[in-house]
């Protein structure tokens, strides 16, 4: 028997092409407010639809590619 529980969270679907950037904080596995900066800093794309912000999901990617690179670089 399908449960709700058995249904993914807009964090986990991975259907969506454009997330909040509470979603995509869950991602990747930070802070809300961390994931703010990151936006308000440019450092994680983000896109404007209106009067609301959104991730692309394929930011999340290159996001953690950057980072890894950053710390191989180092």
Do not use: H, Q, W, Y
């Not at 969506?16 to 703010?36: D, H, K, N, P």
């Amino acid at each position: 028997m399908n449960d709700a529980r058995d249904l993914p969270t807009a964090a986990e679907d991975s259907t969506l092409v454009l997330l909040t950037v509470e979603e995509a904080a869950r991602r990747l596995r930070i802070g809300r407010t961390t994931c703010f900066r990151l936006v308000s800093s440019g450092r994680l794309e983000s896109v404007t639809v209106g009067r609301l912000r959104r991730v692309p999901a394929d930011a999340l990617p290159v996001f953690v590619a950057k980072l890894r690179a950053s710390e191989l670089a180092a």
